[in-house]
């Protein structure tokens, strides 16, 4: 059951072409695909052909025209096998199926959503439609024909150019879809529906006009407007930056409400969860700004990186996800604020992928071997992904990283390509040897940097000592030393950064250190002073720092650092550091564990109108529990931590009642809206001083008069959570909850943040909370958002509440996963990664984890999806 790298072969046949030939029922599916194919030069004159299905019902098999005996195949739920089929020559077989979209609650393959029919397909939902070899190097053209009731969809669409339409008997009408690149199966898309259109146009650099279209539920177009601005930057973004221009005539995005992830990259005809599609101020928060225009690019640059190139197997998924998160990151480095959103991706690596690196769920960016691929689609392939892209563009430069895309996308075009192919240019075009970087691929966890300094007063030389480390973890791939950029610099008193320049050691290119062996040094002449040492900048390497640097130089950096993202990670670390620290131990925590000075210089950075607003936010922005208990590493309380963080961010709050005061002052609630990063920012700030000036009066008046005051939003949301996390039982939280529900009751993204916003507060009082909204009529675990919004928030964002100590969390959480399997497996397998971290949880925690963990393994119906992930957690 386990698929394996090595067991890559090509397929016997060899396929030439598609058409398929979709007819929709009210209540069924009937499916022709009328495949042209032939026996592959080298394979077996007998060897049959093994088609992939997945709960499929075949309705008929033609060759060339003609009935199949039923001697010669055997058609199962899960595959169809065909002999006796011509040697040499090609021939055409038509397979017929029929499936029923309104039953499929796993949300994979053709589905139906709000009386929408639509598709979901990669990695493995084709095979739910018709039987094929979906395999991602199957790369064909693809013909489609639609035929549906013209009342319930008027709108028809596939991937690649329209074709022929048409008006058929009883009501019913057609289209014709036709997709002249090349493509897998896992890009195939069809939509049809009563939608309503957003339309738009965009010029190419070569001259070539596209059609642009936004497709929404009736009602909503005009949720549209953002996401389609944000698609016409991203498409002129690729032209500028990567030099891809977009190849066909129209371009399609559909926003579903039914949908398992965020979106699909389709080709021409991207489908969208409809949370990263649908904006306006009232309904929708800078965050969920943010989160579109990213989707929007990402889904967009998937057209060059993934759909023109694309991938041999499962194994390289991160040779299109990694590369394109890369490129979203960088987009929204150009549109927005760089070194903000250099500190929003490496938080998410942090919060995300670290914990995962780090526990039983533990895989390199490039598998070798998987139970179910849906489980593969992980912050580790998407998010390290991207840093392994970005130390490849660290490395070269940014013009040696340009020419490496630019052979890349020359060499590759129409390719399923791998890992190697994608390295191999990069040493071509700067002639050199990437083999010990190509371990990152390979080799699972997060490596340990630690960094010595000394300092010759007499001599007046400086000495830096680089080691990197890597512990053998769960996926026990090696750990061997590996190539990484550090990005350093020697500032100097009046925060100048001195020149590089070692006498020993080798060569710094610019301000990276090119690390490659277990322990490199590197001595410094007349540096002119003891410098402070900025190390890691830009957080340069997915690592752990170990840095034994005094507090006096670290809080003297977060004044002068010339490299501002090191500024916030400096303080970011201490602040974590002495949280850990305060509560992993198991005296009592000091009563200000953070210490005064720390304190002090968070509270000046915040309070420094010269910098930029996002950035102070960022500087208030706490690291989150789940980050501190990683910090702590075993025998977690969660209890603890919380209670501690909550300390500390009171000590903070009450040594700034003045700045705070002043930063709430400077942005009133009711101030007209503009969605951009540095109103964004302002509010951030202004939010984030909101949440400090309530935990210092201790009153809930002040946060409900701006949730009633708020002129958007974002403001309305801060202020509500602010009632539900500090306040869930005060008679004002109840009212702010209230009016929020009848304000917004009808509009389903909102209403999920009304149910995460509860599930998330903390404390171990809120399961009871949960528990009754899980009983409210507006919540269901059919629709993944709500889902997710509800149980997702509760297990994967509410440590004190998940982690009861008396194991009822667990054991509720437990009995929704089942529930959930039984819908939706992709759901319940991701959120049952909740537990990760089990095995670092205090002694009591811990037995009660591991007791619920063992139940579920028992259970004999568990989806491949969720036992795939409760087994590996166990391990
Ligand atoms: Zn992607």
Redesign the pocket.
Known sequence: QTVKLDAYSETDFVFESVFLTIRLFDGSAEIESEIRLRRREGSGADAPLVLDGDELTLTFLKLDGDRLPDADYDAEPGGLTIRSLPAAEAFTLTIGTRIVPEENTKLMGLYRSNGIWCTQCEAEGFRRITYFYDRPDVLIPYKVRIEAPKVAAPILLSNGNPGETGDLDSGRHFAVWDDPFNKPSYLFAMVAGDLERVGDTFRTASGHDVTLAIFTDKGRSHQAGYAMDALKRSMAWDERRFGREYDLDVFNIVAISDFNMGAM?NKGLNVFNHKYVLLDPDTATDQDYAGVETVIA??YF?NWT?NRITCRDWFQLCL??GL??FRDQEFSSDERERTVQRIGSVRRLKSMQFPEDQGPLQHPVRPSEYREISNFYTATI?DKGAELVRMIATLLGPEDFRAGMDLYFERHDGDAATIEAFVKVFEDVAGIDLSSFALWYHQAGTPTLTVTEAYDEAEDRYTLTLAQSLKQGAAGTGTKPMLMPVKIGLVGPNGEDRPLNPSQGGEIREDVIQLSEAEETFVFDKVGGRPYLSVLRDFSAPVTLDHDQSESDRLALARLDPNPFNRWRILNDLIGERLAAAAGGTSEPAQNPLGDELVTAILETAGDDRLDPAFRAQVLNVPADTEIARLIGENVDPLRVYETATRARKTIATAGTQVFERLVAAAPADAAFSPDAASAGKRALANAALGFATLSDGHPDRAFARFEKASNMTDRQAALAILVFRFPEHETTHRALDAFYARYEDDALVLDKWFALQAAAPGEDTLDRVQKLSTHPRFTLKNPNRARSLIGSFAGMNPTAFHRRDGRGYAWFCERLIELDAINPQISARMATAFRAWRTLESERRAKAEDALRDLAKLPHLSRDLRDIVDRTLA
Do not use: D, I, R
Request: aromatic fraction near 10%.
């Open positions: 990259e990402h889904e998937h993934g299109k996800e394109t998160v998407y």
